[in-house]
């Protein structure tokens, strides 16, 4: 059974920094893309970064590139999602997702499996 599950949100502050772990297991990253994606209260969800598990392409979206670093340790089958500099806008529940494939899917529905979901929150 695949299963993801994210862990390190929280509520910090504007220019401080999290890191976002999602954790996998029931399948093997280097065959799958991971994206992460965020979706704040009104507002549909929206790709944030997404990499290959197999050659580590990556992708980011334009508000979050020079800030976000998107990794993969394929040996603890874990992905994350370094946050730095944020901001208020930043504020959203993070869900990571995998699709098995050797493209960077950037749209929410090209992904399969979902995370649950974690809560970032950045006070002005």
């Known amino acids: 059974e695949v299963q993801l599950v994210e862990s390190g949100g929280g509520l910090v502050q504007a220019g401080e920094s999290l890191r976002l772990s999602c954790a996998a297991s029931g399948f093997n990253v280097d065959d799958y893309a991971i994206g992460w994606f965020r979706q704040a209260p009104g507002k549909e969800r929206e790709g944030v970064s997404c990499i290959s598990g197999s050659d580590g392409r990556t992708y980011y979206a334009d508000s979050v590139k020079g800030r976000f670093t998107i990794s993969s340790d394929n040996v603890k089958n874990t992905m994350y999602l370094q946050m730095n500099s944020l901001k208020p806008e930043d504020t959203a529940v993070y869900f990571c997702?995998?699709?098995?494939?050797?493209?960077?899917?950037?749209?929410?529905?090209?992904?399969?499996?979902w995370g649950q979901g974690t809560q970032v929150t950045v006070s002005s």
């Open positions: 997702a995998a699709r098995p494939t050797m493209l960077v899917p950037t749209k929410d529905y090209e992904y399969h499996y």
